[in-house]
């Protein structure tokens, strides 16, 4: 029985992977305020555009950043 149950146990990290487990989805406000969390997200939706840029996450922290730019070129 442990022999079967060692090779169960070196695959669930996996599964977890695979399972897609995605992040709770953040408002634009959210990202606003939260500056790192936003970075990164964009940086992760770059680097894997095909899979993550129709995600509502990528969606809310791209415009979360156009808000931001925009505002700072404002008078």
């Not at 669930?12 to 897609?20: A, E, K």
């Not at 953040?26 to 970075?39: F, G, I, L, P, T």
Request: charge should be positive; include cysteine.
């Amino acid at each position: 029985m442990k022999k079967h149950l060692l090779p169960i146990l070196a695959l669930l990290p996996l599964l977890f992977v695979l399972s897609g487990c995605e992040r709770e989805v953040q408002s634009v406000e959210w990202y606003k305020a939260n500056n790192a969390e936003r970075m990164e997200v964009i940086r992760e939706c770059k680097a894997d555009p095909d899979r993550l840029n129709k995600t509502q996450n990528c969606i809310n922290a791209k415009q979360a950043n156009r808000e931001i730019l925009n505002a700072g070129s404002k008078p």
